[in-house]
């Protein structure tokens, strides 16, 4: 399993305790990490783009960016099992011809309400939601917005939504996904993101410790909600593994 780690507050949070418990391979690569992201997707059978503070257009202030949008662009390509999160959703969304923006309403920060589209009937990580939603962990500035219906052969598909985010999780071909709200995320983490700029929620009007309180009272909620989502995407990616196995012997 390849991750792309950008900074090293925005790591794997629960994704990694299920990693773990499903015996994967990990492999973390990314700027502060000293490891640089791989020129090609070979041998790879399972990727993750993690989140990061930086904006998904800053080329300058992050120049590895294009370098992930590459592999990206591969991974849909070659329909390698993909998970973006946040701004690995972004990076996603650029990479099949959408567009990433600053959202217009400003920031969705805090725990909302992950609602599925009528699309994501059947769809094998988040077919399961309930119609109603499920809360989980927003942080972020940006969006995607302006979808392609398809990217090459391989159809583009809205799966979730929000009231702030339309597009708040989708796929791309069969193996795919991108999500916007961050189903990997613990209070350690947002208490960790919370700390780096707290000027900036309180120019929101938010209260830091009030946020992180109120996430943390949740983190048993959101765990079980979403870790059987990240199991789902592990399955996903073990059962293309055994297939790519069995095409080679």
């Known amino acids: 399993m390849l991750v792309i780690e950008h900074e090293a507050d925005v790591h794997l949070g629960l994704i990694a305790g299920r990693l773990r418990a499903a015996g994967a391979d990990i492999t973390v ?17 399972g990727l993750i783009v993690l989140g990061g503070s930086m904006d998904p257009v800053d080329e300058t202030g992050a120049p590895w960016l294009p370098t992930v949008r590459d592999r990206l662009i591969e991974a849909v390509r070659d329909q390698v099992p993909t998970l973006g999160v946040c701004l690995g959703a972004q990076l996603l969304g650029m ?5 990433a923006r600053l959202i217009p309403a400003g920031p969705e920060l805090g725990l909302h309400r992950i609602r599925p589209t009528s699309a994501a009937h059947g769809d094998p990580v988040l077919g399961a939601l309930p119609a109603e939603g499920l ?4 942080w972020h500035w940006w969006e995607v917005s302006d979808l392609p219906a398809e990217t090459g052969s391989r159809q583009i ?13 989708f796929r791309a071909g069969d193996l795919v996904w991108g999500v916007q709200f961050h189903l990997e995320a613990t209070a350690d983490l947002a208490r960790g993101w919370a700390a780096e700029r707290p000027d900036r929620l309180l120019r929101l009007g938010i209260d830091p410790q009030a946020l992180t309180d109120g996430i943390a009272e949740a983190e048993p909620s ?6 059987p989502v990240i199991d789902a995407w592990i399955e996903v990616a073990r059962a293309r593994s055994k297939e790519r196995v069995g095409a080679r012997d």
């Open 95 to 99: 990479a099949v011809g959408g567009t």
């Open 222 to 227: 959101l765990a079980a909600s979403w870790e």
């Open 135 to 138: 809360p989980a962990l927003a």
């Open 157 to 169: 598909t809205v799966l979730a939504e929000s009231d702030a985010c339309p597009v708040q999780a």
């Open 29 to 45: 690569v990314g700027p502060h990490r000293g490891r640089a992201i791989p020129a090609d997707l070979s041998g790879v059978d």
